[in-house]
């Protein structure tokens, strides 16, 4: 079966942009949760959505907000956009269960110049 | 606050030996854990996972050891190879809070 898809895989924004990143989850999972790898800080988690709820946010300012679609798709947003948001955003999709299952996809690669 | 900590940040190895990874974690609440490999370019991949009711548990040349009273995991690699090379994060759940967290992760280089 098909994997978790993300796209797109490059992007190259400047200061002050705003960018929205999506995430197709594996089908039939309903769980869709974001995170962010830099070499700095590792993976850190942003947020979780199940069944178009959000069930937990990392501590990430304001400016990263994110959304899940009826059909489990999932969109994140960083508006006005810092050098420092450069980074790896990865998305892993499960079943939504209480533990595990997690799959990753490749990710987006976000550079703001 | 929950951490996953790892104890080297890399490690390097003849191919054909066995390799040893290791994590710590500070959370008591982990009650799941999940080792991932990530090559360059890709996302990470799971390897394998145990819950905390288990001590050991063993896939297709891996092994993940779970010591709970020192809050320590490791992962073995046996007679690792050159496709091997990445870096190995550990992770674990809680379970109620929906997310991973993950440690800094490890670089393993197989030498041929």
């Known amino acids: 079966k098909a994997g978790v898809t993300q796209t797109p895989r490059y992007l190259i924004k400047t200061r002050g942009q705003q960018v929205t990143l999506s995430c197709s989850p594996i089908s039939g999972h309903r769980s869709v949760s974001w995170y962010q790898q830099t070499p700095g800080q590792g993976l850190q988690f942003l947020f979780e959505?199940?069944?178009?709820?959000?069930?937990n946010k990392g501590n990430f300012p304001g400016r990263f907000s994110g959304r899940q679609f009826s059909n489990s798709r999932s969109e994140m947003n960083v508006s006005t956009l810092e050098l420092g948001d450069s980074a790896l955003y990865l998305c892993?999709?499960?079943?939504?269960?209480?533990?595990?299952?997690?799959?990753f996809g490749s990710g987006t690669r976000l550079t703001v110049v | 606050g929950e951490s996953v900590g790892l104890h080297l940040p890399t490690l390097s190895v003849q191919e054909g030996d066995n390799s040893i990874i290791n994590c710590a974690y500070s959370?008591?609440?982990?009650?799941?854990f999940i080792w991932y490999k990530q090559e360059s370019g890709k996302g990470p991949q799971f390897i394998i996972d145990?819950?905390?009711?288990?001590d050991k548990r063993q896939g297709q040349r891996v092994t993940v050891l779970l010591n709970k009273t020192v809050k320590h995991l490791s992962l073995q690699i046996a007679a690792t190879q050159p496709g091997d090379s990445a870096v190995y994060f550990c992770a674990s759940d809680s379970g109620s809070n929906y997310k991973l967290t993950f440690g800094k992760g490890t670089l393993l280089t197989v030498n041929p």
């Open positions: 959505y199940f069944s178009e709820t959000q069930r």
């Open positions: 145990i819950r905390s009711n288990m």
């Open positions: 892993a999709s499960s079943s939504g269960g209480d533990m595990g299952g997690y799959t």
């Open positions: 959370n008591s609440a982990s009650d799941y």
